[in-house]
């Protein structure tokens, strides 16, 4: 009986050393979440998720596996209406969002409310990207409806990064008939207005004239103008162009900055669906929490995007960005609703003026 007892002792003994072994070094939870996300994005989620995954585990003991979608931001906006299920999204703008959660109903209306800054933890604007030694001599947005340039910029239709492209040109015109963009659409005179935009619509239809490739998004029109040589001038993210002057050193290119341009605010949310069904609430939220913290921050400048807190940022990292005139879809368009509706709907203007420009 007693020699029964010893053996019984250390056989529990043993399991629970078993136990305690097996648990060593294991995180208490383990999670998978999937961030959609646009096409200039990929160099900088890619350093951003080792940094969270690595900090999560340290703070939670609790790992999270980050998967990775990118393409233009309306295709990639389309797939997650359609059934693609995104934990997290990080789009080129705002109405991509919202159709989402009117579509779809998985993100809360209220989205843009959760986090700093309207959610959206960095922004950028649009430059252009020149050939070595700006061969054509392009300095500002007029330039581009010249007869003798060639220009490369993605599809409104499927990015998100050609419609801040087409609305930057748009603007530019706005502000160079009016002279101001306050007071916004609806409060100026509407006769004054009409006439300007008319002529941002004659500018912007001839500036599409001169568009010899419309790909499906920013990486892409990137490909077509830096490997496959083709155009005058990109238009392009402010990130995207720098990427490719200081990592792609054989690219053979220069960024021009415009005398003015538009801020493009890139934004998040979390998909309340999804993430709910799939019990990782507090992971997705956190994902996109951290990108507001101090070393999220540098990273993210780091990265060409500019900061919310700039504060947060090397100052060597700030310095590499361009002060220029920068206006908001606010100030020149009303809202991205408006600006859609107008524009980017079906029969909208660029529809209409792409159309008379093919």
């Not at 019984?8 to 979440?33: D, F, K, N, T, Y």
């Amino acid at each position: 009986m007693k020699r029964s007892y010893v053996v019984l002792c250390r056989c529990a003994a043993l399991l629970i050393c078993l136990g305690i072994c097996c648990g060593c070094g294991s995180p208490a939870r383990q999670v998978e979440l999937l961030n959609v996300s646009y096409d200039p994005t990929r160099e900088f989620y890619q350093q951003y998720n080792a940094w969270f995954t690595r900090t999560w585990e340290e703070e939670k003991d609790s790992r999270v596996l980050i998967r990775q979608s990118h393409g233009g931001s309306g295709k990639q906006a389309r797939s997650v209406i359609d059934g693609l299920e995104a934990h997290v999204v990080t789009l080129a703008l705002a109405y991509d969002i919202d159709g989402i959660a009117e579509h779809t109903g998985l993100i809360s209306p209220a989205w843009q409310t959760r986090l700093p800054h309207n959610s959206a933890p960095y922004t950028s604007t649009i430059v252009f990207l020149v050939r070595k030694g700006n061969p054509k001599q392009i300095r500002d947005w007029e330039d581009l409806v010249r007869p003798d340039v060639e220009v490369i910029t993605p599809n409104p239709a499927t990015s998100g990064g050609a419609r801040w492209n087409y609305l930057a040109a748009w603007g530019y015109a706005l502000l160079k008939e009016l002279g101001t963009l306050s007071p916004p659409p609806g409060d100026a005179d509407s006769a004054v207005r009409d006439a300007a935009e008319e002529k941002a619509r004659d500018f912007v239809s001839r500036l599409y004239k001169n568009v010899s490739v419309l790909d499906s998004g920013a990486r892409a029109s990137t490909t077509t103008f830096i490997q496959r040589g083709i155009g005058d001038v990109l238009l392009t993210w402010e990130n995207e162009a720098f990427l490719a002057v200081e990592v792609m050193a054989q690219s053979g290119v220069e960024i021009v900055v415009p005398s003015v341009s538009i801020l493009t605010e890139p934004t998040v949310a979390w998909v309340d669906g999804v993430v709910e069904k799939r019990g990782t609430l507090s992971e997705a939220r956190a994902y996109l929490e951290y990108l507001y913290r101090p070393e999220a921050q540098r990273l993210i400048a780091r990265h060409y995007f500019r900061p919310c807190t700039p504060e947060y940022a090397d100052p060597q990292d700030m310095q590499r960005f361009a002060a220029l005139r920068l206006f908001t879809i606010e100030e020149a368009f009303g809202s991205w609703r408006a600006a859609h509706e107008k524009h980017f709907a079906q029969d909208g203007v660029f529809e209409t003026l792409f159309k008379g420009a093919s």
